[in-house]
């Protein structure tokens, strides 16, 4: 049993490259999410999903995209990366909604 | 939406003291409110938590208290130890019937305990 896993761990992208970070749970969960954290902003939210094929914006969704097209997979991608989205990105998963794990995290320089 | 306060944003203290962060919501329907523990460069982990039906909840020295009137929850870490310097993060969520589980964080405390 895994948990959350996030792939890649690190990235060092120039400004206007695309990639893609992926997330995968094996806890059978229905919710899964993708949050960005700043120094001194805590986490913000980017998109969810509340089950497979279904995915919803959250606080900070600009610039980002997201798919869950299996129900253990939460992609996020970046089509055009820019210099603010340098951030350490950690996605989530739950059962009832309450208690989120948290996976390891991406660290994403934009460059 | 909801908007969670946190406050300090550092908090130094000396082995042995106790520690306090305080949380205030603006959303009066958030009914659970859990705290996350992140140290340096790990992923945050959930410590403690408590329900709007509780008023205090322990587990061995962290505790975690909460004013529905005021809007504001706390937690408290007593005997510190420098195990236990992290960032900590407040939250609350509004969970049950046809929410979709979003959790609101707080801006989270440094606390650092010196030996």
């Known amino acids: 049993n895994a948990g959350v896993t996030q792939t890649p761990k690190f990235r060092v992208l120039k400004t206007g490259q695309s990639m893609t970070l992926l997330c995968a749970q094996d806890m059978n969960h229905e919710y899964m999410y993708w949050y960005r954290q700043d120094p001194g902003m805590g986490l913000r939210l980017i998109h969810y999903s509340v089950g497979e094929g279904t995915t919803a914006k959250g606080e900070v969704p600009d610039g980002y995209n997201v798919s869950r097209l299996k129900k253990q997979n939460f992609l996020l991608g970046l089509e055009s990366a820019a210099p603010s989205q340098t951030s350490v990105y950690f996605c989530?998963?739950?059962?009832?909604?309450?208690?989120?794990?948290f996976g390891a995290g991406t660290r994403l320089s934009v460059l | 939406g909801e908007n969670v306060e946190q406050h300090p944003s550092t908090l130094s203290v000396q082995e042995g003291d106790s520690a306090v962060i305080k949380c205030t919501y603006s959303?009066?329907?958030?009914?659970?409110f859990p705290w996350y523990k992140q140290e340096l460069g790990k992923r945050p982990q959930l410590i403690i938590d408590?329900?709007?039906?509780?008023g205090e909840k322990k587990d061995q020295r962290i505790a975690v208290t909460l004013n529905k009137t005021a809007k504001h929850f706390s937690l408290h870490i007593t005997e510190t130890q420098p195990e236990d310097s992290a960032v900590y993060f407040c939250a609350a969520i509004r969970a049950g019937g046809t929410s979709y589980g979003k959790l609101t964080f707080g801006q989270g405390t440094i606390l650092t305990v010196h030996p």
């Open positions: 989530a998963s739950s059962h009832r909604m309450v208690i989120q794990y």
């Open positions: 408590i329900r709007s039906n509780v």
């Open positions: 959303d009066s329907a958030s009914n659970y």
